[in-house]
C-alpha cells in the first residue's frame, strides 16, 4: 500500500501510535455467531477516540471480529488502511487430544495505518500458527521498520511459544530494518520485568528470547486493572520511542486493559488536508428544490441525445438546484464525519469527565453518574447519525446524495438458508440457483404478436 502523492504534504517528525486490547468488539453473547453484531458503545467510544486525538498506528488485540464483518464497520475506511489478522484454526490451532480445550472465537489482530501518512507499507507473510500480525514501513530514506503485534491466550503452551518467537527471528533478520517493533498482550504476568526474572519455563524462555533477539521491553507498570503487566512494548532500539503512556483514567475502549500511547521517532511526508464543505441537509428546503425539480423539462434536456450527454445533463440541472437549495458548512477537522457534530464531543467529554471522578471515588452514586452517562453517549451518537442518514419528508426526496454504510446491522448480508417456491437450501451454488429462479419468475414470456 502506497498513498497518494500530492503537492499539498508536510513532514512529520514521529508517528503517534495507540495500542489496546479491547477484550471483543462483538458482545460476548454473539461471540459464536457466523454474522455478529458489533459493540455499538465500545465502536462509539474508539471512533469518538479517534476523531480527538487523531493518532497514525491503532493496534489492537482481541478484536473478537470475523470475516462477515467489514473493515470498514470498524475503522473510518477513509482515514485508514487496516490490516486484520482474526482467529482461525490456523493462527490458533486446536488441541488435538482435547478439541474443547481453547476457545475456536475470540482473538484477533488488527493495524490501522493513517491514509495520510506518506509511507510505502507492505504487510509481511507470515506462516505462522499464532495470532501475529506484522507491517513493514518504508521510509523515505529507504530505511525500513517493522510494527508488529502478536495476541497469546494465556493457557498455551511451549509450541505456541515456539511459534511466536520463531516468527521474531525471522522479522529480525529482514533487510536494513532499522528498527522493530512488536506490541501485544502475551498474558505473561508472572514476569519481573525491571529484574528480568521469570517464575515458570514458559516465561523464562520468553524472556531468554527477547534478549537472544535484541529485545528491549519498555513498560514496567501495570496495564491490567488487576495490577499485571500482560501488554509489553518490545523494541530493538528504545532511542525510537518515547512518551510512553498508560492511561488509567479515561476510558477509549471499554476494558480491562488499559490503552498503550507512544510515539515512534520517524521521517515521512504526510498529506495535509484541505477543508472540505458538506451539505446542511438540516437546514435544506425540501419542498423548493422538489418543485424545482419537477418543473424542469426533462424530456427537452435529456431525451433526444446520446446517454452520455443525457448523464452528464442530468447530473448539472440536479447539482445546480441541489446547491441552491441546500446550505452548505465547512467542516474544518477532516477528520469529523458530519454527525460528530460538539454536541457529541461536549458529551463525551463529561463521560470522561465522570470516569476520572468514579476512578478516584468509587462510590455507588459516582459509577451511577458514570454509566447513564455512557448510555446517554451512545443514545445520542445513534440519534445524530440517524437524522444524518434519515430524510424526514419520504415524498420530497429519500436520499441526501451520499452514502453511509450501517455499521449497526443486526442481520447477516446473506441469509445462511434461502426459501423460495417451497425449497430450502444453505449450500452456496443452491442459493444462487434460488435467486436466478426468483428474478427468472418476475418476467413475463415473451409476446407471441409483432407490434409493428
Known amino acids: 500500500m502506497k498513498t497518494n502523492n500530492t503537492n499539498n504534504r508536510e513532514l512529520a517528525q514521529h508517528f503517534s501510535v495507540y495500542y489496546q486490547n479491547v477484550q471483543g468488539l462483538i458482545p460476548f453473547t454473539h461471540l459464536s455467531d457466523k454474522h455478529p453484531k458489533l459493540d455499538e458503545t465500545k465502536i462509539f467510544e474508539l471512533h469518538s477516540y479517534i476523531y480527538k486525538f487523531k ?61 495520510d501518512l506518506q509511507v510505502t507499507c507492505n504487510q509481511v507473510k507470515l506462516k505462522c500458527h499464532a495470532e501475529f500480525i506484522a507491517i513493514e514501513f518504508i521510509l523515505d530514506n529507504k530505511k525500513k521498520i517493522i510494527i508488529g503485534t502478536c495476541y497469546r491466550v494465556g493457557t ?113 511526508k504526510r498529506i495535509k488536508r484541505t477543508k472540505r464543505s458538506c451539505y446542511n441537509f438540516s437546514k435544506a428546503n425540501w419542498r423548493d428544490l422538489n418543485s424545482a425539480l419537477s418543473n424542469v423539462d426533462w424530456k427537452l434536456n435529456i431525451d433526444s441525445c446520446e446517454p452520455e450527454i443525457a448523464w452528464t445533463r442530468f ?58 452517562c455512557r448510555r446517554d453517549f451512545k443514545n445520542l451518537i445513534k440519534l445524530k447519525m440517524r437524522k444524518n442518514l434519515d430524510c424526514p419528508d419520504r415524498n420530497v426526496l429519500t436520499k441526501k446524495f451520499w452514502s453511509h454504510f450501517k455499521s449497526k446491522t443486526k442481520e447477516s448480508r446473506i441469509p445462511e438458508v434461502v426459501h423460495y417456491n417451497s425449497r430450502s437450501t444453505s449450500n452456496p451454488v443452491s442459493k444462487a440457483n434460488l435467486f436466478n429462479s426468483f428474478f427468472s419468475d418476475q418476467f413475463s414470456s415473451a409476446s407471441q404478436y409483432d407490434i409493428d
Request: proline residues 5%.
Open 156 to 268: 498455551l503452551g511451549m509450541d505456541n511459544a515456539q511459534e511466536i518467537i520463531g516468527t521474531i527471528k525471522m522479522l529480525s533478520r529482514k533487510k536494513s530494518v532499522q528498527n522493530m517493533i512488536i506490541i501485544g498482550d502475551l498474558n505473561l504476568g508472572g514476569i519481573n520485568w525491571e529484574l528480568s526474572q521469570g517464575k515458570s519455563t514458559l516465561e523464562k524462555f520468553f524472556l531468554n528470547s527477547f534478549a537472544e533477539n535484541g529485545l528491549i521491553q519498555c513498560i514496567n507498570t501495570p496495564t491490567h486493572k488487576k495490577g499485571n503487566i500482560l501488554d509489553i512494548l518490545l523494541t530493538t532500539s528504545a532511542r525510537f520511542i518515547d512518551g510512553v503512556s498508560i492511561v488509567t483514567d479515561e476510558i477509549y475502549c471499554n476494558s480491562d486493559h488499559y490503552p498503550i500511547t507512544f510515539n515512534l521517532s520517524a521521517k515521512c
Open 315 to 372: 447530473c448539472k440541472i440536479l447539482f445546480r438546484n441541489v446547491d441552491t437549495h441546500i446550505p452548505k458548512f465547512v467542516v474544518k477537522n477532516e477528520y469529523n464525519p458530519p454527525w460528530f457534530d460538539s454536541e457529541c464531543y461536549q458529551k463525551c467529554k463529561e463521560k470522561d469527565k465522570l470516569h476520572k471522578k468514579f476512578k478516584k471515588d468509587k462510590t455507588l452514586l459516582n459509577e451511577l453518574r458514570f454509566k447513564n
Open 55 to 115: 493518532p497514525d498506528i491503532i493496534i489492537l488485540n482481541e478484536t473478537w471480529l470475523k470475516p462477515s464483518i467489514m473493515d470498514s464497520e470498524i475503522l473510518p475506511s477513509q482515514l485508514y488502511n487496516i490490516y486484520r489478522c482474526d482467529r482461525t484454526d490456523f493462527t490458533h490451532p486446536p488441541d488435538t487430544n482435547d478439541p474443547k480445550k481453547f476457545r475456536k472465537n475470540g482473538g484477533g489482530v488488527l493495524i490501522g495505518i493513517n491514509a
